[in-house]
């Protein structure tokens, strides 16, 4: 079992960068693959981009594509997800998750089994 902590939010203008992080305890994190969501408010949770336990595959949201970076690093249990090119509309809570997802479906909530609490975004024009 493992607990996703996220951190690295707050607030930035427009067009500038941010990283988030996600620790896990556990040492079978490094067996997970690990993806981003987010959820903004008046809005359903929206998968963000994702990155396979071994690193060597990530998905990511059209809308992120470009502008997004997600990686690992297994020994420190942690998970990045570096923002560049911010937009007000990725104003959000960003959640990492974490599951052994089979087949293509990285982009479904529902798969992913351990969920942190969170951390907010907000992007200002």
């Known amino acids: 079992q493992v607990q996703p902590v996220e951190s690295g939010g707050g607030l930035v203008l427009a067009g500038g960068s941010q990283r988030l992080s996600c620790v896990a305890s556990?040492?079978?994190?490094?067996?997970?693959?690990v993806g981003w969501f987010r959820q903004a408010p008046g809005k359903e949770r929206e998968f963000v981009c994702a990155?396979?336990?071994?690193?060597?595959?990530?998905t990511y949201a059209d809308s992120v594509k470009g502008r997004f970076t997600i990686s690992r690093d297994n020994a420190k249990n942690t998970v990045y997800l570096q923002m560049n090119s911010l937009k007000p509309e990725d104003t959000a809570v960003y959640y990492c998750?974490?599951?052994?997802?089979?087949?293509?479906?990285?982009?479904?909530?529902?798969?992913?089994?351990?969920w942190g609490q969170g951390t907010q975004v907000t992007v200002s024009s």
């Open positions: 556990g040492r079978t994190f490094s067996y997970y693959d």
């Open positions: 990155i396979r336990w071994s690193g060597g595959s990530t």
């Open positions: 998750a974490a599951g052994r997802i089979l087949g293509t479906y990285v982009g479904q909530a529902p798969r992913y089994d351990y």
